[in-house]
């Protein structure tokens, strides 16, 4: 973060916390020596239209971040999963997984609460650095939790951000298709580079605003135009049909729902980061109102069509309605892109010696080395809809389900631990054991349904997508051109 950028409230611990428990209290401390905090969250300060779309902290900008950054891309891939599903499956799973993710961010939540309230008790300074979940993990955990942590978040978003690369070519091709897939993400892969020049999640206010609304527009736009449409002649609704399909279709809805990588930057990002808690919660319940309907819309009207068609965008007719949604995504994944990388900006500057350099520009050209993998994974791999499936059951799962839960139990595991605890159990589950209960579920569950089955499946349909189409596949399920005869070779009119 570059200096002044913003002011936040240290988590300490009371010295004369009430009944000698040690609550947690929230005292304002400027961030880096910059304004300070009263004036940083208005008090007394003139309007500035750079703090309007620029500086952001509030729980308002945590929560447009929470929720554009949890359905991007995926949205166009949800009916292709209802079609390995079926209609019921899809509902349920998606109603299961958006809340099931909500838990684990909440877990999430409380640890980083935990981490800085013990740091800081010790009085260390976060000033000029961004806590990340490995750095929870190892201050909680020890070292083995932090390697872990930084193995499985920095693996799956790499690849988060390679999803959203592929995407974009996917979607432009609908627009244009006189250039290849492949092409299109060798530009858009230059495009997404410029993400390096914005520092922290504290500076995406305007863009996760404006990022939640060009998802409305398009699951608002995909819901109308395939009911408008309705169903194809024909139509066969027959998912599931095997128990690949299924358990592929499935771990892509755990991929949905799994978008909280990035809680513990945005939960830094905010100047009162305890009152994230259930902002990912209420996040998820106005993803549903996009999901939902969209993914369910879709395969009533295009049904088995959809098995081949993982893109949305490919069945539905061209119009100015449906290049609107195409150009908002694109400019979406861009954001999105930005949301899954700059983590992985941040693991790098520390790597390197660079995270607490005040230069914007200088830490942006030490950022472009993370892009090139990025770019060089999304030639290779180009395989839209698949792809989700795989990084779900191999990296989501653990990344965030299994590895919050367990954290979380082994941080209380002691009296003593669940004593001095910075957060409480919440109040709809206000006792260690149902937590403990809930967690030890979460953990079974995603350990045999989702790595178990899913990785089996997702990797296999994976296989078959590079047996079919090959690696580096110029145009992945692009439908073949109508072959245009040369004047040259028509035969002469007499």
């Known amino acids: 973060m570059v200096p002044g950028d913003h002011a936040e409230e240290a988590i300490v611990p009371m010295a004369d916390g009430a009944n000698g428990r040690g609550e947690v209290r ?8 910059g304004e300070d905090s009263e004036q940083q969250q208005g008090g007394g300060r003139k309007f500035s239209m750079k703090d309007l779309l620029w500086h952001g902290g509030s729980v308002w900008d945590a929560w447009f971040s929470c929720a554009s950054n949890q359905v991007a891309q995926v949205l166009l891939t949800l009916p292709y999963s209802f079609s390995q599903l079926g209609m019921v499956s899809g509902l349920l799973l998606q109603v299961f997984y958006g809340l099931m993710g909500s838990w684990t961010a909440y877990l999430i939540s409380v640890l980083y609460v935990e981490y800085r309230a013990r740091k800081e008790k010790e009085g260390v300074s976060f ?9 929870v993990l190892d201050g909680l955990l020890g070292p083995y939790w932090k390697v872990a942590g930084l193995a499985f978040n920095c693996t799956f978003l790499l690849f988060g951000s390679v999803i959203q690369l592929i995407a974009c070519a996917s979607n432009i091709y609908y627009i244009n298709d006189r250039l290849d897939k492949r092409t299109w993400t060798y530009i858009f892969g230059a495009c997404c580079a410029t993400t390096v020049f914005i520092p922290s999640f504290h500076n995406y206010r ?3 605003f404006l990022g939640l ?14 009911a408008v449409h309705g169903k194809v002649d024909g139509v066969k609704h027959s998912g599931p049909t095997s128990l690949m399909l299924y358990f592929t279709g499935a771990t892509n809805i755990l991929y949905t729902f799994g978008g909280h990588a990035v809680t513990v930057e945005i939960m830094h990002a905010m100047w009162k ?61 861009f954001i999105t892109f930005g949301f899954a990388c700059t983590p992985l900006y941040f693991v790098w500057e520390k790597a390197i010696g660079m995270h607490h350099t005040g230069s914007v520009f200088l830490r942006a050209l030490a950022r472009l080395p993370i892009v090139v993998p990025i770019w060089f994974l999304a030639i290779i791999f180009p395989f839209f809809g698949p792809i989700n499936s795989a990084v779900g059951a191999l990296l989501v799962s ?21 004593q001095n605890a910075a957060e409480k159990p919440p109040a709809f589950l206000p006792s260690w054991s149902g937590m403990f209960v809930v967690n030890l579920f979460v953990v079974v569950w995603v350990l045999v349904v989702g790595f178990g089955l899913g990785g089996w499946a997702s990797v296999t349909n994976f296989i078959k997508q590079i047996d079919t189409f090959g690696l580096f596949a110029k145009c992945y399920q692009c439908p073949p051109k109508a072959h245009v005869e040369s004047p040259l070779s028509a035969p002469p009119h007499h």
Do not use: C
């Open 398 to 418: 653990f990344t965030v389900y299994i590895i919050p839960a367990v954290a979380h139990m082994l941080t209380y595991r002691s009296a003593s631990a669940r």
């Open 127 to 135: 000033k000029n650095h961004v806590i990340q979940w490995f750095e």
């Open 206 to 208: 305007i863009w996760s």
């Open 273 to 333: 980061p305890r009152k994230f808690k259930y902002i990912y919660l209420v996040a998820t319940l106005y993803v549903f109102t996009l999901t939902l309907p969209s993914a369910a819309t879709m395969y009533w009207a295009f049904g088995d069509a959809l098995l081949t068609h993982s893109n949305a965008f490919s069945l539905l007719p061209k119009t100015g309605w449906r290049d609107a949604a195409v150009i908002l995504m694109l400019i979406h994944q």
């Open 26 to 33: 929230a005292m304002d401390t400027a961030w880096d020596g």
């Open 213 to 226: 609304g060009m998802t409305t527009y398009t699951a608002w736009y995909i819901t109308i135009a395939a």
